[in-house]
Every structure is written in structure tokens, then in C-alpha cells.
């Protein structure tokens, strides 16, 4: 088994990690990290717990420590990451002199040599590490994984990207309340509303995706040649995020086809049969009135993209258009953080 901490433990998103990793086969968690408020109280002590499922018994009186690589048992490993960016920005660094650091935090994701990786669509960007520990002189590594809605819209994106050519794309979000960290009461608040604007967003998925599906040129990505304009929101749901998506290519594509190229994906996680990769990443349901967050979120465990709604658009040539969902607490962050160590842990460890 591979000695796993926690950092942001009592959070959102680091509840998802432990929710995850409480039965993985590979992984164990041995070191929970939160605030300086949080440390030296047993886990139990320190957080109210949002997961539908039962606190995990394993973990209940693990003792928090600070955020501190001085404070993460040597024989920690990978570090999963849940930091708020800016401070996952000072901190990250710091553990990765150590440790492999799996991050879910937006801070690094688009810096040089750090690779932003989602093992189905680039996990050839992997090799940027020779070079990142050799310019930082680290001994480990971080590895990042995207925002929630780049994953699961570029996982619908790459299929399409690989047999098609695509010339542009409009998409708009409906996001679920648990990707701002609402919970519990304060979540209320958006009941009878919609928040027409989440701060960062937009600019995040329109670079990330270009990133993810673009190239390697040595340790340089070159991007992906199309452009993409979102449009994110945020909705009264409170897991699973929605996309409308609009995709305009270069020549008309038969629908079918598109239905079943995307249907047909697989990546690396399916060959290697990795313990967090769903059997098919892409689901494409026929029916009208799917995707939706309840129904459709948990598919593979939160870590598949459904997608419906799949039709050509009248209102444009060589055009068409579909709605997703995925779970964004999953496949979207922690389950995404997982399936890259999981990838890592399988090639480079
Ligand atoms: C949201 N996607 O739903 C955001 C949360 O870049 O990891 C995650 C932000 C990120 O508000």
C-alpha cells in the first residue's frame, strides 16, 4: 500500500478525497493536514462531515497536523491536494521537494512544466516531470489535475477532437452549489435563483481545454487550434455540474457517428485498468429528458460524463450540439486527483 496524506482534509473537496480513499485498493491514508485551527483534533473532532455516506471509521481519530511538509510523515508518498489556489501556490512547492503532490488547486495547473493532466485525454504530459525536478531540484513532483467543468467537458471534447475537425465552441454551465464550497444551510441561499457569473471560470475552461487537448513541442504545450467562449452559472443543484455544449466543425459529421465515436472512447485508465477509471468515460443516452445531476452524476461512481441531447443545430452549418453532466466533486476534483495518482503510481513510482 502507498502512504497517502490529505491537505485541506476538513474541506468540501477534502472530504471527497477521504470519502475515495477510505477502501482504495493501492492508496492508504496516513496523514490528514488542515488549518492551524484544526490541528491536533482527531479528524471526528474537526469537521462536519457533508458526505452522504458515513464518516469512514479509519479515519475518525486520525490526529490533524498543520499544513507543513515539516509536519507530513516521511513515509507519505503522494499528497493529495485540496488548497484554496492562493495558498496552494506557497505551499505546494514546498511539499513537492518530498512528496508527489496530486493537486486538485488551480494555482499551478498552467505553469511550465507542471503538467495538467486528465489520464484518458494527455497523459503523455506525464514527461514534464524529468523536467520539472530537475530545474526546482525536487524530489518529488506536483501533478495537477483541471477545474470540474474543463474535465468533464473535455473528456466529451476528446474524441470528437481526435476524428474530427473541430472549428469552434459555445458552452454554458449550470453549476452545482458544492463546487463553491457551499454546504449545509448556506447552500439554501440559491433556492428560487441562479448566480450568472463564477469568478475565474470562464477564463479557466476556455484555456484549459485548449491546453489539455493540445500538444507536447519538448516541454512546451501547444495548445489545441480551435476556439472555445464559456458561459458559467451557477444553479440550485448541489452535486453534478451541466453543460450545454455547441460545436461547429469544420465539415458536416453524420450525428451517429458522433454518438458513437464518443461512446467508443476509451484512454489509458481503461487499458491499464486502473482501480478509479469507469469502464466507458463517455455515456450517450438517446432519451430526451437525460442528462440530468441526479440521475446521471454517479454514473461509474462520478467518474463517467453522460452526455444526451446530441443533435444537429438548425441554426448553423456543419454544427451540432449536446448537454453533459459530471459530477464535479468527483470526476471534476477529487476522483480526477486520484485516477492521475493512480496513473502515476502504476508508471513512475
Ligand atoms: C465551481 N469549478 O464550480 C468551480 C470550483 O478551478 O478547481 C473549482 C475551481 C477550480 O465553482
Not at 70 to 94: G, N, Q, T
Not at 101 to 111: D, F, G, H, L, P
Not at 235 to 259: C, R, S
Not at 333 to 348: F, M, P, R, Y
Request: glycine share 6%.
Amino acid at each position: 500500500m502507498v502512504k497517502v496524506g490529505v491537505l485541506g482534509a476538513t474541506g468540501m473537496v477534502g472530504q471527497r478525497f477521504i470519502q475515495l480513499l477510505a477502501d482504495h485498493p493501492d492508496f492508504e491514508i496516513a496523514a490528514l493536514a488542515a488549518s492551524s485551527r484544526s490541528a491536533g483534533k482527531k479528524y471526528e473532532d474537526a469537521t462536519t462531515w457533508y458526505m452522504n455516506d458515513e464518516m469512514p471509521e479509519s479515519v475518525r481519530d486520525i490526529k490533524v497536523i498543520e499544513t507543513d511538509p515539516a509536519h507530513m510523515d516521511k513515509d507519505v508518498e503522494i499528497v493529495f491536494s485540496s488548497l484554496p489556489a492562493d495558498f496552494a501556490a506557497k505551499v505546494e512547492p514546498e511539499y513537492a521537494k518530498d512528496f508527489v503532490v496530486a493537486s486538485n488547486a488551480s494555482a499551478m495547473r498552467m505553469k511550465k512544466d507542471i503538467p495538467l493532466v486528465i489520464p484518458e485525454v494527455n497523459p503523455q504530459f506525464l514527461d514534464m516531470i524529468e523536467a520539472q525536478q530537475k530545474n526546482n531540484n525536487w524530489d518529488g513532483f506536483i501533478v495537477t489535475n483541471p477545474n470540474c467543468s474543463t474535465i468533464a467537458l473535455t473528456l466529451t471534447l476528446k474524441p470528437i477532437y481526435d476524428n474530427f475537425n473541430i472549428n469552434r465552441i459555445y458552452v454554458s454551465t449550470m453549476q452545482a452549489v458544492s463546487g463553491a464550497g457551499y454546504n449545509g444551510v448556506p447552500s439554501m441561499a440559491i433556492l428560487d435563483n441562479l448566480v450568472p457569473y463564477i469568478g475565474g471560470e470562464e477564463e479557466k475552461m476556455e484555456s484549459e481545454t485548449l491546453h489539455l487537448l493540445g500538444s507536447l513541442d519538448g516541454d512546451e504545450v501547444v495548445p489545441a487550434n480551435f476556439s472555445l467562449s464559456a458561459s458559467c452559472h451557477r444553479v440550485p443543484v448541489i452535486d453534478g455540474h451541466t453543460e450545454a455544449v455547441f460545436v461547429e466543425l469544420d465539415e458536416e459529421a453524420d450525428i451517429d457517428k458522433i454518438k458513437k465515436t464518443m461512446a467508443d472512447f476509451r484512454g489509458l485508465p481503461q487499458e491499464l485498468g486502473l482501480h478509479s477509471a469507469p469502464e466507458q468515460p463517455v455515456i450517450v443516452k438517446e432519451e430526451d429528458d437525460r442528462p440530468q445531476p441526479r440521475m446521471d452524476r454517479m454514473a461509474y461512481g462520478g467518474m463517467a460524463a453522460t452526455v444526451g441531447r446530441l443533435r444537429k443545430d438548425q441554426a448553423f452549418d456543419n454544427s451540432f450540439k449536446y448537454v453533459l453532466v459530471g459530477h464535479n466533486t468527483i470526476r471534476g476534483a477529487a476522483g480526477a486527483s486520484i485516477l492521475n495518482a493512480e496513473l502515476i503510481n502504476k508508471q513512475i513510482l
